[in-house]
């Protein structure tokens, strides 16, 4: 190991050379050399021997620049403790010019004091604590930057500026360079109102927290006081301060669960919030009544540690019910905040610039330019020009598609050929990708079985704990059965046995049986990678049914790889020349396939290409002399001729193997054939193998070809009538609603092209490296590649079910047995105080001592 100008440098065989023969026909080995930002290898075409640092893209060039001119280098420190290596700085190189538009002023900036400014961006690449660092040091790197602030769990930043020393263009420039391009945040009033509402909770949770801290110290001094002589005065003073202290708990913060009891009660429906208020109230209404009588026990610890705890889980519960909110921001974000607007109105040949606009300034009818490698911001018309867009973002198709004038396209779509003008048809919420998330926002308020299921169990609860409370009373109360004594004696014991009832049966036990053992169970799947939003998933994946694998990105690797080189191995250099030029998909991945390996021995030196030209199917141009031309099967037999009956033979068998092949033809012959594909990870056949043992069905839902998805089922085994390709994602929606009418459905997929499916499935799975609305429309996110994970995942849920149902079991049990005895006279309030958290811990214990997840992928599979 050696290094060049500060950049790492290693041998990719046992051999070693150095940078100025890394192309010599007479070099044994080849030369490894690291990006200086993101220690990636840096790709032969890149390195310049003259200069002290190499770097893999432009992007990590800038992004290093702007670090080390002001003096920010401890991110690399920060980053490397972690989160590991620095990822590459994928800027997209824009001009922002949009930022400064008077119309996205309006729309998007506010004013935070006199001369200040502020707006929110969401920021691509964010995800960890170093990003967190480096993007609040921008007014170091950007001065008449004021602050930058960054949520890092929504990669949402806020930045106040002063608008008279920076443009915000130059901002977003800025924040590009360094790895993070932003995308304005829209929605700006719901946020706004979430934010106060979670200002809102907050409070009340400090304030309920606070009162139960202070009743708990005056509790102990109580409880102190039963094994020792207390004074009268104090004894008094303490109970009079616990009761003010317990009445601000419970009829301040604690009174949200009283308004959704009387809400809940004029609905004529009955949930959780009933008997939780129900015993809060009657708790503190004994309580306050013993206090003014100076006689009897008082329990307002547990009443304000209740309200307290309760108000925490709340809290979770909403962050937790946020996601599809989230997911219509995030999708918005993907698509672009900004349009080229074309000066021509129309579809001539006529010459014409475009002006870089905002998108909201953009209506139906107008042209658009949209360059090469740019996003499309509206659905619309293509009218001139013809391209290769990618829209696996859209319809997961993972090979690039050809359009040309009269060919539609849609918002969210990439395009990778050449420059086209585009007729608008649809902008924001109108567009195709804004009606999916509509989709995704929908399914993701359903209902769950899980609260359905509570909400059927609290009706029934409160109906019979009132049943038995008025009971109570009547047994109890002068002339009843076993009334005792007469007058205010006698209805005082019947009023406090019944108090007893109420506050021992409070439903906690009963109420945290289950969200404490799913709570558990989602921290320690956390820990292994996998996030849950809720225990719902955990229910519903019990009972076997049909699972559906999206094929790219889920069974594949969702990356398109060279397998094989046919042909001469002295044009190998050539052809890495020509497609070191281009940033289309295929060109990148014949980059890396033909970088993996040694050069030829005796292959000449290469030049740097000229005459280069680059269409939607192919590329041309002059190397060493030399004509060389790569392509589709019809792009380069347009210009060279049918292929040899060798060439052909290649073909077809890539085809058949869910291959696609690419010609290379120098000087007008062709000499090699290359095929590409998207590998099938390693634990795909194993895992599919175990998921059918366990009683499920498997299919695969696609955007990719047909051809495509039936050659990768035949290879794991999976049915025809269960694989299904060429589907966008309404047509997978659809799909995933058919079969749930015979059963529950569990739909796994990674991309944009999933959301609507994944949210409307019984659950959905987004996998590793998915797209960011897939993952906040899914119930599960899988943080490690490949599909054995699903197994643990369902493995997991069985136990953490069987632990449900244990506690629930031992709550109703418990609730039977105290009720007995309180109704008996056995339990006083004192009694009914402490066993009521007893219960709870009871619970909590056997929620813990479970060992939910482990591991069940088999030692010799790997992701």
Not at 184 to 204: G, K, W
């Amino acid at each position: 190991m050696s290094t060049i100008g500060g950049a790492m440098v290693g041998t990719r065989a046992s051999g070693e050379g150095n940078l100025s023969s890394h192309r010599d026909a007479q070099a044994a080995t080849v030369e490894h050399i690291t990006c200086a930002h993101c220690t990636l290898p840096v790709p032969s075409g890149l390195i310049e021997p003259e200069k002290e640092h190499q770097f893999c893209c432009h992007g990590c060039s800038a992004a290093y620049e702007i670090i080390h001119g002001c003096g920010l280098e401890r991110f690399y420190a920060l980053h490397e403790a972690t989160d590991g290596p620095v990822r590459a700085a994928r800027g997209t190189g824009r001009r922002y010019a949009e930022f400064d538009d008077p119309t996205f002023e309006t729309l998007y900036v506010r004013s935070a004091s006199p001369g200040t400014a502020m707006v929110e961006f969401f920021l691509e690449g964010v995800h960890c604590a170093a990003c967190v660092w480096l993007v609040e040091r921008l007014p170091r790197v950007l001065p008449g930057v004021l602050e930058a602030r960054l949520d890092l769990r929504r990669a949402l930043v806020m930045v106040t500026w002063d608008p008279s020393r920076v443009a915000l263009s130059r901002i977003g420039r800025t924040l590009d360079s360094l790895g993070y391009p932003p995308h304005v945040a829209r929605e700006r009033a719901q946020r706004d109102l979430r934010r106060s509402e979670d200002r809102r909770t907050l409070i009340r949770i400090g304030l309920a927290g606070a009162c139960a801290g202070n009743v708990m110290l005056l509790a102990f001094a109580l409880y102190s006081g039963l094994f020792d002589t207390m004074e009268p005065e104090y004894l008094r003073l303490f109970r009079w301060v616990s009761m003010f202290l317990s009445v601000v708990a419970v009829l301040g913060p604690g009174w949200v669960f009283t308004r959704g009891a009387i809400a809940s009660l004029r609905a004529r429906t009955v949930h959780l919030d009933v008997p939780i208020a129900l015993g809060l109230l009657a708790g503190l209404a004994w309580g306050v009544y013993s206090t003014i009588r100076g006689v009897g026990e008082v329990y307002f610890d547990s009443l304000s540690v209740l309200v307290f705890v309760l108000l925490v889980g709340r809290w979770v519960q909403q962050r937790q019910q946020r996601s599809a909110s989230d997911a219509v921001e995030l999708l918005y974000a993907l698509t672009p905040s900004r349009a080229r607007l074309w000066s021509a109105a129309s579809d001539d040949e006529s010459p014409g610039t475009g002006i870089e606009v905002p998108i909201e300034a953009v209506s139906a009818g107008q042209i658009i330019q949209v360059l090469a490698g740019e996003t499309f911001p509206a659905d619309g018309v293509v009218t001139r020009g013809q391209s290769t867009i990618d829209q696996a973002l859209l319809t997961g198709e993972s090979r690039p598609v050809s359009v040309a004038r009269g060919d539609s396209v849609a918002a969210g779509a990439v395009n990778v050929g050449a420059e086209v003008l585009v007729r608008v048809d649809a902008t924001g919420e109108a567009t195709r990708v804004g009606k999916l998330m509509k989709l995704v926002q929908d399914a993701s308020q359903r209902r769950s079985p899980i609260v359905i299921l509570a909400d059927r169990i609290a009706g029934v609860f409160v109906v019979c704990m009132i049943a038995l409370a008025l009971t109570t009373v009547l047994l109890w109360m002068p002339g009843g059965l076993l009334g005792k004594g007469g007058g205010e004696r006698g209805l005082g014991l019947a009023i406090e046995h019944a108090a007893a009832l109420l506050v021992v049966t409070c439903p906690c036990a009963l109420g945290l049986a289950t969200p404490l053992a799913m709570s558990v169970a989602i921290g320690r799947a956390a820990r292994r990678g996998m996030l849950l939003k809720g225990g719902e998933p955990l229910q519903l994946l019990t009972k076997p049914g049909l699972i559906l694998l999206d094929k790219t990105g889920t069974i594949t690797r969702g990356t398109t790889v060279m397998h094989a080189w046919h042909g001469a191995p002295w044009a190998r250099d050539l052809v890495a020349a020509l497609e070191a030029e281009s940033n289309h998909p295929v060109a990148r991945a014949i980059v890396r396939g033909l970088d993996a390996t040694p050069h030829t021995p005796h292959a000449p030196h290469t030049h740097a290409p000229t005459e280069v030209e680059f269409a939607s199917s192919g590329g041309r141009a002059m190397v060493n002399n030399r004509r060389v031309v790569v392509g589709s099967v019809g792009y380069v037999t347009s210009q060279c001729g049918p292929s040899p009956a060798w060439a052909v033979a290649i073909e077809r068998e890539a085809t058949a193997q869910a291959q696609t092949p690419v010609l290379v033809a120098i000087d007008g012959t062709i000499e090699a054939v290359i095929t590409l594909g998207d590998p099938i990870r390693d634990d795909s056949g194993s895992a599919i193998d175990a998921l059918r043992a366990r009683g499920w069905r498997v299919g695969i839902l696609s955007g990719d070809h047909p051809d495509v998805v039936a050659s990768v089922a035949t290879r794991l085994g999976i049915t025809p009538d269960l694989a299904i390709g060429g589907c966008d994602p309404e047509t997978k929606l659809a799909i995933v609603r058919s079969h749930m009418e015979r059963g529950p459905v569990v739909m796994v997929g990674d991309g944009v092209n999933d959301s609507a499916a994944l949210a409307a499935a019984t659950v959905g799975i987004a996998v590793h490296g998915g797209a960011e609305a897939s993952l906040v429309a899914a119930d599960v996110y899988l943080g490690t590649p490949g599909l054995w994970p699903i197994l643990d995942l369902l493995d997991a849920s069985r136990r953490t079910m069987r632990v449900i149902y244990r506690n629930l079991t031992f709550s109703l049990m418990y609730n039977i047995g105290a009720a007995s005895f309180a109704m008996a006279g056995l339990i006083t309030p004192l009694i009914a105080a402490i066993l009521m958290p007893a219960s709870s811990l009871t619970v909590l214990a056997s929620s813990v001592r479970v060992r939910t997840f482990a591991r069940t992928r088999p030692s010799g599979d790997t992701p």
